[in-house]
């Protein structure tokens, strides 16, 4: 469907930008009076990663007049396989502060706004009512309720994408005019069943083809040209090299946008969400050890069997010393429970000890009763045992 323009244009442009924005210019669809559209949006971008950095900087590039960035991380080297707008000389630093180089780089006409803080309840509503668009880069699923909550109750239009190894996808969501996240999405998974990119991985290149149609959904929302992904779904298919689309439509019952609303202020979303499950949190109660302990217990010889319930590639990257591998699917099929030895105590990790929290609850009702996970996982057994080793 096609919509009218977001915002009004601005006044004029300068000598400068018809030179800088001339190849937009010429373009019927956008000309003079859309380019002075895009002058005077204000567009928030949530997250300097992997969406975050080719969105922010084609929108730089494309002459939005301000662009907020909300992000409270520092760069790591892991960061910049993917998230282009750092570089390696950004290790370390503010994501918010690097984005912002990047960007006036690009196009020092830019107002760059930062936000260096973690994105909550207590602050969304005050942050996004000053932009006109919000374009969602997040990776979690507590902060996706999150924007998409917010954005209902203020009215804005926002731009979502999400990204998992060769996959990708695409929509927007305006509950004034079409469908919202929940809409898709009326509930998060169970905790542990969706494998974040920090665990599953993501192909570098594929946040810049969806990150790239964020934008462009989000310059035809600002400028009004061409018919924006509302009620769409874009799916992306980087194996196969295939789009296709899925209609979402609005649902009457929706919890936020629906006739009648249940959900009418933020909630708490990480509860919403689970990032543990209550089983894995009652499990992990009294049953977590440090890697320090676990290295304590290695060193006297303690009767222990130590289990990395992670994937193959991941465990080809990095390992603690004589674990064996068996992945956690194996534990949630019932598959790898004969074959754990009987007189030794079953110690599990993960990378950070989400994934073997949620099968230390599988071992306890299976029986397993001393049965312990590591606090951490191989990333705090690397950072306090063995730091010259790799970390993902």
């Known amino acids: 469907m096609s919509l009218p323009p977001l915002v009004e244009p601005a006044s004029e442009l300068t000598v400068d930008e018809v030179r800088r924005y001339s190849r937009h210019l010429i373009i019927p669809d956008v000309g003079m009076d859309g380019q002075k559209r895009l002058k005077n949006a204000k567009v928030l971008c949530v997250g300097a990663g992997g969406l975050g950095s080719p969105a922010l900087m084609y929108m730089a590039a494309a002459g939005v007049g301000t662009l ?206 689970g990032v543990v499950s209550d089983e894995a949190q009652e499990a992990a109660a009294g049953a977590t050890i440090t890697p320090k302990q676990l290295k304590q217990w290695m060193d006297e010889g303690e009767s222990i069997e130590v289990i990395d319930v992670r994937e193959p590639n991941e465990y080809e990257i990095v390992s603690i010393p004589g674990a064996k591998l068996i992945p956690k699917d194996e534990f949630l099929m019932g598959s790898a429970l004969g074959g754990l030895p009987q007189d030794k105590r079953i110690v599990l990790h993960c990378k950070t000890g989400v994934r073997s929290a949620e099968v230390l609850a599988v071992l306890k009702n299976a029986g397993f009763a001393d049965a312990v996970h590591v606090g951490g996982g191989v990333i705090g057994w690397v950072h306090q045992i063995e730091p010259d080793r790799p970390i993902y």
């Open 68 to 273: 907020g960035i909300v992000e409270f991380d520092e760069v790591d080297e892991s960061n910049l396989q993917r998230q282009i707008i750092h570089s390696q000389a950004d290790i370390g630093r503010s994501k918010a502060e690097s984005a912002k180089d990047t960007v006036l780089g690009i196009n020092p006409l830019v107002d760059v706004r930062l936000h260096l803080e973690r994105l909550d309840s207590t602050n969304v509503m005050e942050m996004f009512a000053e932009y006109d668009l919000i374009v969602d880069g997040t990776d979690n699923f507590a902060t996706r309720y999150l924007v998409n909550d917010a954005c209902v109750l203020l009215n804005k239009p926002y731009v979502w994408g999400s990204i998992y190894r060769f996959d990708g996808q695409a929509s927007v969501f305006w509950s004034e005019h079409g469908p919202c996240y929940r809409c898709l999405y009326p509930e998060p998974p169970p905790p542990g069943m969706v494998p974040s990119c920090a665990e599953g991985g993501v192909l570098g290149v594929l946040c810049a083809s969806i990150g790239s149609i964020q934008v462009n959904e989000a310059i035809k929302l600002l400028a009004g040209f061409g018919e924006p992904l509302v009620g769409r779904l874009m799916i992306y298919d980087a194996l196969e090299m295939s789009y296709r689309q899925v209609k979402v439509r609005k649902d009457p019952d929706c919890a936020v946008c629906g006739e009648n609303p249940t959900v009418t202020e933020l909630i708490d979303y990480e509860a919403f969400c």
